[in-house]
Structures are given as structure tokens and as C-alpha cells.
């Protein structure tokens, strides 16, 4: 959350890291309470489900304005 100097409560959009889904593989979230693991990203099985999310495949995280 440092790094992207984000809040608790701040959009987050996290996507598929593969380029060929243009985003359908995709959710809208808010950044929770933070963590010590660098580069990792909590989500639940909601979350999974609503972004078709493959397990074991990167997310890229971008913070919202």
C-alpha cells in the first residue's frame, strides 16, 4: 500500500496480467488493512468468482483516482 500510496478504503481495480483479456478478468475493490508481504494481494472467493480469476495466475493492481 506504500508503494502505490494507498489508503485503507481506496478504489483498487485488479485485473488478469495476461494482456489478452483486455480486462475481462477483472474486479473493483477497496484496499483493506494492510499486511507485511510485499506484492502480495488478499481477495476473497467472491472476488475470484466475479473476476474469473485463474488460481496461480499475476493480478495487476492499479489504484483508483
Not at 1 to 28: C, E, Q
Not at 33 to 61: C, M, R, S, W
Request: glycine content about 10%; cysteine-free; charged content about 25%.
Amino acid at each position: 500500500m506504500a508503494k502505490m500510496k494507498a489508503n485503507i478504503g481506496d478504489l483498487v481495480y485488479l485485473t488478469d496480467n495476461r494482456k489478452l483479456f483486455g480486462g475481462l478478468k477483472s474486479i473493483h475493490s477497496v484496499f483493506g488493512e494492510p499486511h507485511n508481504e510485499d506484492g502480495i494481494v488478499y481477495v476473497t472467493e467472491e472476488h475470484i468468482k466475479q473476476g474469473q480469476f485463474v488460481i496461480n495466475k499475476l493480478l495487476l493492481a492499479e489504484k483508483e483516482m
